[in-house]
């Protein structure tokens, strides 16, 4: 089944503790994202990928990093966590560009203490 | 940043009545994609429309797009309680490779 799976599905954590989230798609899909989805701001993405080792900002990227080293993972590293982060994480992927259809993964909730 | 924007926020129906909701944008596009959400869950897309299109149908929805006025509309007809769910509209700007999403429409269908 073409998925995107986002790992874990609820994170509680505390400020600085370093933690990650995973993303994997098995579409072979070249463009992949990261959004946070907040109330009353809607979804914004934080940073995208167009390839393998390809990443850049999106309009939310401040306290995040993310790495492409294969065409499938794109996970979001959060390396010192704060309470302004707790919120619904989600990845998506499609086909070449950001122009097709995006598949999303299930979503993050996370909550920093 | 954050270009599509829709309108009306919210909108409570009945079973079987239309749903009607818009979206505006800021600058050129390649094409404009609408997506749903099921409460707290990923969105799936839904139906998407090119520049050079000024309608496009999927079953039950309907999508408008007038670039001159830089808008979009998402029809739902004959709607179900199973649309219940929030509504956002998405773009990508020439030039960049961004995905904008509007802040989204809350549906909410009462059997």
């Known amino acids: 089944e073409a998925q995107v799976t986002q790992n874990p599905r609820y994170l509680i954590t505390v400020t600085g503790k370093k933690l990650t989230v995973t993303c994997s798609q098995n579409m072979n899909h070249e463009y992949m994202s990261w959004y946070r989805q907040d109330p009353g701001l809607g979804l914004r993405q934080i940073y995208y990928s167009m390839n393998v080792e390809v990443t850049d900002k999106g309009d939310v990227p401040e306290g995040y990093k993310v790495s492409r080293k294969e065409k499938r993972n794109f996970p979001l590293i959060l390396e010192s966590p704060s309470p302004n982060q707790t919120s619904l994480y989600f990845c998506?992927?499609?086909?070449?560009?950001?122009?097709?259809?995006?598949?999303f993964g299930p979503g993050t909730r996370l909550t920093v203490l | 940043s954050q270009q599509g924007e829709e309108d009306p926020q919210a909108l409570s129906i009945q079973e079987g009545e239309n749903a009607t909701m818009n979206c505006s944008y800021k600058?050129?596009?390649?094409?404009l994609q609408w997506y749903r959400q099921n409460s707290g869950r990923g969105l799936v897309h839904l139906i998407l429309?090119?520049?050079?299109?000024r309608e496009k149908h999927s079953g039950r929805l309907r999508v408008t797009l007038d670039t001159s006025k830089k808008s979009s509309s998402l029809l739902i007809t004959a709607s179900r309680a199973a649309d219940t769910a929030s509504y956002f509209c998405a773009t990508v700007d020439y030039g960049n490779n961004r995905l904008a999403f509007g802040k989204g429409n809350q549906v909410v269908v009462i059997p």
């Open positions: 600058t050129s596009i390649n094409n």
């Open positions: 429309i090119r520049s050079n299109e």
């Open positions: 998506a992927s499609s086909l070449g560009t950001p122009y097709n259809e995006q598949f």
